[in-house]
C-alpha cells in the first residue's frame, strides 16, 4: 500500500519558476526522503528529513516537514528544464524496527524552456 | 561496484513463464529492498534483506514470487508462472544501513512485459 499523497500530481511550469509539491502521509515516521525519477529511469535521492527537523536544503530545493499535519512540501527554485521528471516522497515509518521506504505516488513536472 | 546494478534491463515473458531479476547493490551494503512500479504509480515494497537474512516479505503479493540473497550480497528476485499482472518494472535499492537516516540508491530497474 502507498502511504504518501503527492498534490498535485502533474504540474507545468516555464523555465525559470519556481516548483511546489506536497506530500502528505499517515503515520508515524523516523524520516521523510524525496526521490526523483527521470523516464523510464531510475529513483534518484534528492534531500533526507528527519522527523526532529523543520526545514532542509539543498542547492535550489527546499523542503519543509510538519508532523503535526503529517505533510511535507518540496520547494524547486529557479527551475530548469533538465528538472523534468517525476518527484515522490517516501516515508520511513517509525512503527519498523528497520528502514524500508513507502512511496507516495509522485508528481509530474514538465518544465518548458 | 559504482552504483546497483540489475540485469536484464528488460525482459519479455509468455505467461506462464518463471523469471529471475538479478540485482547486485553497492558492494558493502548490508541493506537490500525490492519495489514494483506499476505504469504511473509510486515503488510498491516488496521486500527487504538485511546480508543474508530476509528480514520483511510482506510486500510479495503472492507465493509465485521468491527472493534470495544467499551470501549477503547479490539477490534475485524470481517470479513462476507469470501473469500479465506481474507486468511492472522491479527496482532493487541497497543502503548502507549506518543509520535509520540512510538513503537508498537504486538501480535502474527490470522492465517486465508478460504477454
Known amino acids: 500500500s502507498q502511504q504518501g499523497e503527492e498534490d498535485p500530481q502533474a504540474l507545468s511550469i516555464q523555465e525559470g519558476e519556481n516548483a511546489t509539491m506536497n506530500c502528505s502521509y499517515k503515520t508515524s515516521i523516523n524520516n521523510l526522503q524525496w526521490y526523483r525519477q527521470n523516464s523510464g529511469r531510475g529513483l534518484v535521492h534528492l534531500i533526507l528529513i528527519r522527523s526532529n527537523e523543520r526545514e532542509k536544503h539543498s542547492g535550489r530545493l527546499r523542503v519543509t516537514l510538519d508532523t503535526s499535519k503529517k505533510s511535507s512540501s518540496l520547494l524547486i527554485t529557479a527551475s530548469r528544464a533538465a528538472d523534468t521528471a517525476s518527484y515522490f516522497c517516501?516515508?520511513?515509518?517509525?512503527?519498523?524496527?528497520?528502514?524500508?521506504?513507502?512511496f507516495g505516488k509522485g508528481t509530474m513536472l514538465l518544465v518548458s524552456p | 561496484g559504482a552504483g546497483v546494478s540489475q540485469s536484464p534491463r528488460y525482459k519479455v515473458a509468455k505467461r506462464g513463464q518463471d523469471v529471475a531479476l538479478r540485482c547486485d547493490p553497492i558492494s558493502g551494503h548490508v541493506s537490500l529492498f525490492w519495489y514494483q512500479q506499476a505504469l504511473g504509480q509510486g515503488p510498491e515494497f516488496l521486500t527487504y534483506?538485511?546480508?543474508?537474512?530476509?528480514?520483511?516479505k510482506s510486500g510479495l503479493p503472492s507465493d509465485r514470487f521468491f527472493a534470495e540473497r544467499p551470501e549477503g550480497s547479490v539477490s534475485t528476485l524470481k517470479i513462476q508462472r507469470t501473469q500479465q499482472e506481474d507486468s511492472a518494472v522491479y527496482l532493487c535499492a541497497s543502503s548502507s544501513y549506518r543509520s535509520r537516516n540512510t538513503e537508498a540508491f537504486f538501480g535502474q530497474g527490470t522492465r517486465l512485459t508478460v504477454v
Open positions: 517516501a516515508t520511513d515509518e517509525d512503527s519498523s524496527g528497520y528502514s524500508t521506504l513507502t
Open positions: 534483506f538485511q546480508n543474508e537474512a530476509q528480514l520483511d
